[in-house]
């Protein structure tokens, strides 16, 4: 499954001749990793960042305090902007961001361990999803990066 997933994003990639960037939090760069395991990425991948602390999403993405602030760093809204400002920093055709509690500490009553929002912003449409995820840390982390791909290669799939 895991191979599939990378196989058909880079496939839709390349075939369509789009490029991304992608900010990442609490998978910490897997995303990027399967993005560019496969030769020949140079031509789509632009640029993985790891935004693991709020003052990275600040400086780094441009991500307002006061809507990490308001919202939460593991939120719809700051997934969608960490998205949008990677997008528009990198002038890639999609940016896709992950923010995520994967464990086992760090959850709450409204946000358990497992909470998960992905983003994916192109040109003319941009979606986010909330997931949430079971099991070990390195367990949410790695199907959160999965996931990713998974919503990547959605927009690839649609017209815009």
Not at 2 to 14: S, Y
């Amino acid at each position: 499954m895991k191979q599939d997933i990378v196989n058909q994003t880079h496939k839709a990639l390349l075939k369509n001749k789009k490029t991304v960037a992608v900010a990442e939090s609490c998978t910490g760069g897997l995303a990027s990793a399967l993005l560019t395991q496969i030769s020949g990425s140079s031509k789509y991948f632009i640029l993985g960042t790891v935004t693991y602390s709020n003052k990275s999403k600040e400086a780094i993405l441009g991500v307002p305090a006061s809507l990490i602030a308001e919202k939460g760093a593991v939120s719809y809204e700051v997934a969608l902007k960490m998205a949008q400002n990677v997008r528009k920093i990198t002038k890639t055709d999609f940016g896709l961001s992950i923010t995520g509690i994967a464990g086992p500490t760090g959850g709450t009553a409204k946000k358990p361990v497992g909470t998960v929002f992905i983003a994916v912003a192109g040109r003319n449409r941009n979606i986010c999803r909330k997931f949430c995820l079971k099991g070990s840390r390195n367990t949410v982390r790695q199907n959160s990066a999965l996931k990713a791909l998974e919503l990547l290669n959605s927009q690839l799939l649609t017209p815009s």
